[in-house]
């Protein structure tokens, strides 16, 4: 088989909410060329599935006149053959609508086969490979071995790939990193995978897949149930969640505008901290004023929080724009956002005449303001308004009305997926028929309070490091536990979202980490004949030898914090008593002395641009280089034509990586 070249490569990368390709590797990696939603729509033919919403026009208001001429000119063919004209339809495609959408991946499994089918075709046919072209296809950790067989016999028989090869999401991570040996957290849009990978292996024990609950569309639902009494869509959520100002703080700091008393301990006893306040048994564990005892937390009255608020306070909420305009107001609307803008301005002019020059004040980061804003587009109002009629002058001075956002001379148009033809639309005349009634969406300045720190709250970040730590505690070689708690790697769109890395170190370090000191907690189970350990290290247990010159029995707890310290006590010249052999260690199995993240690489500076979120495609770049050019099938990366004609799809067990 000739060699394969760097341009002649295919990776791609199906996600829940995302697919990403390419086609060809750069001399520098590079982020994906091709991202296209995961999801198709049915045709009108069964069995064939179309990638965008095609829409039935049946309304001859501001037709295109090129558009119109072809159909007049194929009406004029079909009256010389007898058949009947359809001047009054028109058939177009709407690249924004997911009105009827079907999503092949959910939770990282492929629930819908000949979806998931169409979506690879629709990739395939999208990037225009030439013939010899081999494909790398990230896998996901939930796809099963039969579902590994089904892949490569769809991808040879139906592109005539000349080789086709498998790589788990894990393992293109760790090799993006450069590391062998790590633990990778994968957050996505519904789920979280969690994998110890050691020398490049992932260990299949303790590995959690799919864990529910506690992704990016987790997130969004715990700020929908927070902010829906104020008015707030699951739309709005899913944009504010994107944007800048929300944030999730790390453990312990405090919401802005919330008491300045300590900062909060972490809670031991829930009952207690919902009952009175305390973060645990004892004295001295209640934070309030009312710490005595004689003021109940609440919520109720005559407590210290008070009565439950019922959202009817101050803020009003987010008002439903599209209903107002739906309902006729539209005009009373604007004139009052016309006021309102006016009293602003005439207010903040008052104010800098006013105050001294130098009272400027300080801007405040966004985790110490009580409130801020952002720009949602708002989707709806312009449906609404589009279905009004109101031509395009009439649409484009209502929405210049309507929109809030910062005014730039040309709104570019809802960002289409890449490799779709737009450009040959236009040239053929027809962008005006196509987008005349959609001139960029309509953006308006929403205020939130310290909800939009909240969206990780709920125990989302506490079930993720749960999940860390079962995986971590499962691996069979305990001597690299402590190597995969310092190698820790978390990606995934879903963590794109403000704090979530720092919030869930944080959380880790909270619930798991001990000090390399803390091995003084232990004393008490020490015999009356040996000494007491040090901070320090110092006056460390020796070896004794019971009544009868046999070994006792040491708790292995005991043993892991001494020598956690003190490897030398290990040594079998100076051995400490016999224990157990699942309990011999040189350090602490289960709770790590120390958390660290992994170093991402410095030396791809497009992806240092973007991020390393997606370092599942980065890696699986490197390792195309290596497994297609480089070694050339030698390593067994890959799965060859004649390989699959021998061995059939079972034969890519001994091929994946």
């Given amino acids: 088989m000739p060699p ?10 199906p996600g829940s909410e995302t697919t990403t390709a390419q086609l060809g590797l750069p001399e520098s990696f590079t982020p994906a060329h091709l991202r296209v939603r995961s999801r198709m729509f049915l045709a009108e033919k069964d069995g064939e599935w179309e990638p965008y919403k095609v829409r039935r026009r049946t309304d001859k208001t501001e037709r295109n006149p090129v558009l119109q001429e072809e159909v007049e000119e194929i009406n004029d063919m079909k009256k010389t053959f007898g058949e009947p004209e359809d001047d009054e339809i028109i058939y177009e495609e709407d690249p924004v609508s997911e009105e009827g ?45 039969r579902e590994h067989e089904k892949l490569t016999q769809f991808f040879f028989e139906k592109f005539k790939t000349p080789a086709f090869g498998l790589m788990d999401s894990a393992i293109a991570t760790a090799w993006a990193y450069g590391v062998h040996t790590a633990t990778v957290v994968d957050v996505g849009r519904d789920k979280v995978d969690v994998t110890a990978v050691s020398e490049f292996i992932p260990h299949g024990t303790g590995r959690v897949v799919a864990l529910p609950n506690c992704g990016g569309e987790a997130m969004t639902e715990r700020l929908l149930k927070i902010l829906r009494s104020k008015g707030f869509t699951r739309e709005m959520c899913e944009q504010l969640k994107r944007s800048a100002i929300c944030e999730i703080l790390p453990v312990g700091v405090r919401l802005p505008g919330t008491s300045d008393s300590p900062v909060q301990q972490v809670i031991t006893n829930p009952a207690a901290a919902a009952s009175t306040g305390a ?3 004892g004295p001295g564990r209640r934070e309030s004023a009312a710490a005595l005892g004689m003021v109940p937390r609440g919520p109720g009255p005559d407590t210290e929080i008070g009565e439950e608020q019922n959202g009817d306070d101050e803020n009003e909420g987010v008002l439903d724009v599209a209903s107002i305009v739906a309902g006729g107001k539209m005009n009373e609307y604007l004139a009052r956002k016309e006021r309102e803008k006016q009293e602003k301005a005439a207010a903040k002019k008052k104010g800098a005449e006013t105050a001294p020059v130098q009272a400027r004040p300080v801007r405040l980061p966004n985790s110490k303001r009580e409130r801020n804003t952002f720009m949602y587009e708002d989707h709806a109002l312009l449906d609404q308004l589009k279905s009004m009629n109101l031509g395009s002058k009439g649409m484009a001075e209502a929405q210049a009305a309507l929109d809030e956002g910062p005014q730039k001379k040309h709104d570019a148009p809802e960002q289409m997926d890449v490799g779709e033809p737009r450009s040959a639309v236009e040239a053929n005349g027809t962008s005006d028929f196509l987008f005349s009634s959609h001139t960029g969406p309509i953006r308006r300045e929403i205020e939130v309070g310290t909800e939009r720190f909240q969206a990780a709250s709920g125990g989302i970040l506490e079930r993720i490091a749960d999940a860390i730590h079962r995986t971590i505690s499962s691996v069979e070689e305990v001597n690299k536990r402590s190597e995969l708690w310092d190698s820790l790697i978390i990606c995934g769109n879903g963590s794109k979202i403000r704090g979530f890395k720092d919030g869930l170190m944080s959380t880790l370090q909270t619930k798991y980490l001990i000090s390399p000191s803390s091995a003084t907690i232990f004393t008490s189970e020490l015999p009356s004949n040996m000494s007491t350990p040090a901070g320090t290290g110092a006056n460390t247990p020796q070896p004794q030898l019971g009544p009868h010159g046999s070994s006792s029995q040491v708790n292995p707890l005991l043993l892991a914090a001494t020598t956690g310290q003190n490897p030398h006590l290990l040594h079998p ?8 052999s699942h309990n011999a260690h040189s350090s602490h199995g289960q709770t790590p002395t120390s958390i660290k993240l992994a170093r991402p690489p410095e030396y791809f500076p497009e992806w240092k641009d973007v991020g390393y979120d997606e370092a599942a495609f980065l890696g699986a770049q490197v ?3 290596v497994i297609f050019v480089v070694d050339q099938g030698m390593s067994k990366g890959y799965m060859t034509r004649p390989d699959y004609n021998d061995q059939g799809p079972t034969g890519i067990h001994d091929y994946s990586m």
């Avoid at 394969?4 to 990368?13: C, G, L, N, R």
């Fill in 623 to 625: 390792a195309a280089k």
């Fill in 101 to 145: 959408a079907v999503w092949p991946i959910s939770e990282g499994r492929i629930t819908n086969w000949p979806c998931f089918f169409a979506l690879m075709t629709h990739v395939y046919n999208t990037l225009n490979p030439p013939f010899h072209t081999p494909i790398l296809l990230i896998a996901q950790p939930a796809w099963t071995p």
């Fill in 279 to 281: 973060t645990g048994s």
């Fill in 4 to 13: 394969f070249k760097d341009e002649q490569i295919i990776i791609i990368a």
């Fill in 573 to 580: 010249n100076n051995a400490l008593p016999s224990i157990h």
